[in-house]
């Protein structure tokens, strides 16, 4: 969401995550190695409280939520 604008170098660090996973998992393929980037979503912790106040309730996840919903997709990577 970018309608307010704003957090240009934020956002480039995110591409260029993005566009480096994707390279990654290109090269090491070849190699039988699968590359994923994993974003949590907010999850309630001490880093996010400053910005748990501009979060929807439905979408603030309790840490061992989250963990869980992580290795679901971990565990379910593939190189396909």
Do not use: W
């Amino acid at each position: 969401d970018n309608r307010l604008g704003g957090g240009y170098s934020y956002r480039m660090s995110k591409a260029a995550l993005n566009q480096a996973t994707r390279c990654l998992a290109i090269e090491l393929r070849r190699q039988r190695t699968t590359v994923v980037a994993l974003h949590p979503g907010t999850t309630a912790t001490d880093l996010s409280a400053p910005f748990q106040k501009n979060v929807r309730p439905d979408k603030l996840f309790d840490p061992d939520f989250t963990a869980a919903q992580l290795l679901t997709i971990i565990d379910g990577a593939t190189l396909e």
